[in-house]
Antibody, heavy 118, light 110 residues
Framework: EVQVVESGGGLVQPGGSLRLSCAAS????????MTWVRQAPGKGLEWVAK????????YYVDSVRGRFTISRDNAKNSLYLQMNSLRADDTALYYC???????????WGQGTLVTVSS | QSALTQPPSASGSPGQSVTISCTGT?????????VSWYQQHPGKAPKLLIY???KRPSGVPDRFSGSKSGNTASLTVSGLQAEDEADYYC??????????FGGGTKLTVL
């Protein structure tokens, strides 16, 4: 069974940092693009970043470029999101997802909540 | 990277069909055949319903169908069932390796 499980969320002060992790199982992790999507409380989905199978290509939404870094460790079947200079508007549930099709995520985790507040 | 435009709400009675629109521009929806649709029940993760405009992943009922005309994509849910009540989001490739989502549509089954 395909599974992705996020962890690492929590409460952080503005300007702080947090590293999210996503553990993948049930599929050959190294064969798929992986994506982070976030959802602010009561709001819609927002694509955050994606990374190619071998980590050689990484892309970000404008609002996080330069502050967030997506990475992966195929040996550990893990995806990461390093978040620096966090702002209140980064508060959201962060989902890890597998891109099973072109520009489409077919398996999602349950999300990890990031709250940026003083 | 402006969000795609969806109606905030839609509704229909059991057994009826309902169509949800998703309007973008020639730089996203109109420029590529990479439109996807997701269903999200309250407190749950999104579920992929449609990819590449009109393709369904295995396990998704054929009551869900997708199409596109110009800069507007559409999701049609036929034979509405109570369990279809959820939020629906479209997404599209937005060029320059970006992805853009719609604001979401809350579907109510009357």
């Amino acid at each position: 069974e395909v599974q992705v499980v996020e962890s690492g969320g929590g409460l952080v002060q503005p300007g702080g940092s947090l590293r999210l992790s996503c553990a993948a199982s049930g599929f050959t992790f190294s064969r798929f693009w992986m994506t982070w999507v976030r959802q602010a409380p009561g709001k819609g989905l927002e694509w955050v970043a994606k990374i190619k199978q071998d980590g050689s290509e990484k892309y970000y939404v404008d609002s996080v470029r330069g502050r967030f870094t997506i990475s992966r460790d195929n040996a550990k079947n893990s995806l990461y999101l390093q978040m620096n200079s966090l702002r209140a508007d980064d508060t959201a549930l962060y989902y890890c997802a597998r891109d099973g099709f072109a520009v489409a995520s077919d398996h999602w985790g349950q999300g990890t909540l990031v709250t940026v507040s003083s | 990277q402006s969000a795609l435009t969806q109606p905030p709400s839609a509704s229909g009675s059991p057994g009826q069909s309902v169509t949800i629109s998703c309007t973008g521009t020639s730089s996203d929806v109109g420029g590529y055949n990479y439109v996807s649709w997701y269903q999200q029940h309250p407190g749950k993760a999104p579920k992929l319903l449609i990819y590449e405009v009109s393709k369904r992943p295995s396990g998704v009922p054929d009551r869900f169908s997708g199409s596109k005309s110009g800069n507007t994509a559409s999701l049609t849910v036929s034979g509405l069932q109570a369990e279809d009540e959820a939020d629906y989001y479209c997404s599209s490739y937005g060029g320059s390796n970006n992805v853009v989502f719609g604001g979401g549509t809350k579907l109510t089954v009357l």
